[in-house]
């Protein structure tokens, strides 16, 4: 199943300057255009990304590409929370639905430098998109099937326009796993949009950019 779209930052970098951030020069044109209206952040986790495919008969656990190398712990953890049998029952067979990818990041101890901040003697899995056929879902289907495999979905920490966005980020917030700084925002428009090309309207801000 499809790898994850990249996400684009809102600000382009000056590559004459180490990569700065170069604020006021939007990435994409949409995000300029919709700067003022409202956008819902949630809080972006440094971790690995990873895929959970159900395909109606097999289910397949994968990183951000097909090719990714996944720790043994972050593996074990993964099937620990989802089972063919519980995959079934929620989404069905070949014959009663199409094809199912949830997306998420594994994190924790030995995931990304500081990962044991998260968790500092074991991984888990937080889940932030699930596709389903052709169809991405809205937060609240999101929130639910998070619910009926007992995990926890990336939460929701920030509503209102892209410049509200950045000065958060730049003041820099908590994460809502402890007290340490979080890793930024990832943010879409309150109503799911796409660009010309057919890709998802998404954007994150990174708390390093400010630092």
């Excluded at 656990?61 to 972050?74: E, H, P, W, Y």
């Excluded at 326009?161 to 879409?188: D, H, I, P, Y």
């Amino acid at each position: 199943m499809k790898e994850y779209p990249h996400i684009d930052t809102i600000w382009a970098r000056d590559m004459t300057n180490k990569g700065r951030i170069v604020e006021g020069a939007f990435t994409a044109p949409e995000f300029a255009y919709l700067a003022e209206n409202r956008w819902i952040g949630t809080e972006k986790v440094d971790g690995t990304n990873v895929r959970v495919m159900w395909d109606g008969f097999t289910l397949r656990f994968g990183g951000k590409t097909n090719n990714a190398q996944m720790s043994t712990f972050l593996l074990a953890r993964l099937q620990d929370l989802f089972s063919p049998m519980a995959m079934l029952d929620k989404f069905g067979n070949a014959d009663s639905g199409p094809q199912v990818c949830l997306y998420g990041e594994g994190f924790g101890a030995t995931i990304q430098k500081g990962g044991g901040n998260y968790i500092s003697d074991g991984v888990d899995f937080t889940l932030f998109d699930v596709k389903v056929g052709g169809w991405w879902l809205k937060r609240e289907t999101i929130e639910e099937i998070a619910t009926y495999f007992r995990i926890v979905p990336v939460p929701v920490v920030f509503t209102g326009t892209l410049a509200a966005a950045c000065r958060m980020v730049r003041q820099g917030f908590n994460s809502q796993w402890g007290e340490f700084a979080a890793e930024g925002l990832v943010l879409k428009p309150a109503v799911d949009l796409l660009r010309r090309n057919g890709e998802r309207l998404i954007t994150k801000i990174k708390t390093v950019d400010y630092q």
